[in-house]
């Protein structure tokens, strides 16, 4: 019938004692109708904006601290290697022996005191003076003195190409076996002995600087992105608040509009209604009494002939107007507009029985309360799936059943006719469909379920669901 309907169970068989039937879903219900169609509030705008510029406090609150920490490092790093550079040039250097690299322990215990009153302090931590070979020449923790341990790379790069070498040390090699704490700087840089010997200094500084400088950057950064956020929301805020304005106006005014439209197409079929009551169908019942008093003159004279012509042109002429009141009937339902969805049904009902299908309905007992859009959904869905039973089964029994299951209202449009295979409706519509089309619009937009159950010879039957009636109602009041 369309091409936008959705196969959504290829095998399995129909409820209700149906077999050897394939059903189709045409239009699926979401799981919450009622709150998919929910429209926009202010204050759920300004709920997501707050989410929003909560999540960018956090992303750049967490940004900053990375970066203050990196920066902060960095910093740490090139001060240190300053330093270095500063005591291997004006301490270790101009203090090297070559007892000392020949570990005589008087050279030793001299270099230390020198080490103890002119290097260790609040700024440098340890000392140690290497041997290319991996041997510890000097250390500030005597017990470290004459142990050797492989270098590096680090280490070994700073003797290869003569440079400063500064980085953070987690503590974890053996030679750091009697330091104290997580972290610490640590800085290599290469000295030469009075006789040439190339040597390695290496100094450890403190870290607790770093996360006091991280700590100060931090701040830093925190301060401006705040500030820069705060400003940004003063001067975005009435932005945002003249386009909520907007929305909501637009909002209203497409409301409107849809009200509008659905007062003048209800309006129009109104007019359209009374034109033909009031007109061509007053017209022809005219014309078919004067054709049955023509028909009885003409029998008075005894021209047997032309009264029975002209009997047989009153008899087109009512069955004329009994289509006309008939789609008079599909145009303005009187039943829907003055009494409700129960008379509506039997008006259907009634109409299909004078063109030759003997129609049941049952209705629930009392009616559920419905919303307008869901009345005019139900009626447009039967009035169409009987449309279809006339013209493609007949003569066949139709069934319309309107039923409440659970939270749902429950619409079955069943016939007894012919069938047909219901795969056809994934091929492209030969011949328009336009009313299956409309049905699959009207379903979709109200937020409810059509499907379609049918096989060759089994009959035919339709299903609307219409989800949480209760809610749709309470929220269209």
């Not at 077999?19 to 699926?28: C, D, E, K």
């Amino acid at each position: 019938m369309t091409q936008d309907a959705r196969v959504s169970s290829s095998t399995a068989p129909a409820a209700d004692g149906e077999s050897r039937v394939l059903r189709v879903t045409l239009v699926a219900a979401p799981e919450s109708p009622a709150v998919s169609r929910r429209p926009t509030t202010t204050r759920a705008v300004i709920l997501r904006l707050a989410a929003g510029l909560a999540a960018v406090l956090v992303v750049v609150g967490l940004l900053a601290t990375f970066a203050a920490q990196w920066l902060a490092e960095r910093e740490a790093v090139n001060d240190a290697a300053h330093v270095t550079d500063v005591l291997a040039d004006a301490v270790i250097q101009p203090n090297l022996t070559a007892d000392l690299v020949n570990g005589d322990a008087a050279a030793v215990d001299s270099f230390d005191r020198l080490i103890r009153e002119q290097v260790l302090g609040a700024d440098v931590v340890r000392v140690k003076i290497w041997s290319p070979e991996g041997v510890v020449l000097y250390a500030d923790e005597p017990q470290l003195i004459g142990r050797s341990f492989e270098l590096d790379e680090a280490q070994r790069q700073a003797l290869a190409s003569p440079s400063t070498r500064a980085a953070i040390s987690d503590l974890s090699e053996d030679e750091n076996v009697f330091e104290s704490g997580n972290r610490l700087l640590e800085v290599y840089r290469p000295v030469w002995a009075p006789d040439g010997r190339q040597l390695l200094f290496e100094v450890y500084l403190p870290y607790e600087p770093v996360a006091a400088r991280s700590a100060d950057l931090w701040r830093g950064f925190a301060g401006v992105t705040t500030s820069t956020l705060l400003l940004l929301i003063v001067l975005t805020a009435p932005i945002v608040w003249g386009l909520l304005r907007r929305l909501r106006g637009e909002e209203t005014r497409r409301a409107d509009l849809l009200q509008h439209a659905v007062e003048a197409s209800d309006g129009e079929r109104r007019r359209i209604a009374g034109t033909l009551h009031d007109g061509p169908v007053q017209e022809l019942v005219a014309t078919s009494f004067a054709a049955e008093s023509a028909a009885e003159a003409s029998r008075s004279r005894g021209d047997d002939v032309a009264a029975e012509q002209l009997r047989e042109v009153a008899a087109s002429v009512r069955g004329n107007v009994r289509v006309l009141r008939s789609l008079l009937m599909d145009i303005y339902p009187p039943g829907l507009a003055a009494a409700g969805i129960g008379h509506a049904m039997l008006d259907l009902a009634e109409t299909a029985r004078s063109r030759g299908v003997i129609a049941e309905v049952e209705l629930p007992s009392p009616l559920p309360g419905l919303a307008e859009p869901d009345v005019q959904l139900v009626y447009r869905v039967a009035q169409e799936t009987l449309r279809n039973a006339v013209t493609h089964a007949a003569p066949c029994g139709v069934t319309i059943r309107l039923r409440v299951v659970g939270a749902d209202l429950v619409l079955d449009v069943v016939d007894d006719g012919p069938g047909f295979d219901v795969a056809l409706l994934s091929q492209p519509p030969a011949g328009g469909h336009l009313g299956t089309r409309v049905l699959l619009d009207l379903a979709r937009d109200s937020g409810a379920e059509l499907s379609i159950a049918s096989s060759a010879g089994e009959g035919t039957r339709w299903r609307l669901r219409i989800p949480s009636i209760a809610t749709r109602k309470a929220g269209s009041a």
